[in-house]
């Protein structure tokens, strides 16, 4: 079975730790790298093309729906969690229009990106 990669993009580097020190338990998941801001995310996912890419919304540089939508365009298989502190319904149904996998608020859904990745990698 191959390696997941995993891509983290938030502009807070303790919510990037949060994910990181969560995600560490999975087996068979590698974080391939982290991004501060929209720009680097893009910049990164070209380079590493990770198979999951969690990223925040609101980021400088480029938004989490710039990214979204850069990925979806280029790199159409990878899987893309938006994960916010506004998870309103405009947003989440601008985000899944656009091509997202998942909607997920940063202060509740933490288990959930967990059992995401691992069901993903179980299909």
Known sequence: RHVVKVLIADDSAIMRGILL?????????EIVGEAQ???E???RIDRLKPDVVIVDMRMPGA???TVLRHVKQSLP?????IWTNEPSEPYRQECLVAG???FLD??????????????WMQA
């Open 77 to 81: 298989a990878t899987r893309i969690i």
């Open 106 to 119: 940063k202060s509740s859904d933490l288990e959930r990106v967990s059992e995401l990745l691992r069901r």
């Open 100 to 102: 997202a996998d998942s």
């Open 37 to 39: 801001n929209g720009l």
């Open 21 to 29: 020190s969560h995600l560490a338990c999975i087996a068979g998941l």
């Open 63 to 65: 938004s989490g729906l």
């Open 41 to 43: 995310a893009i910049e």
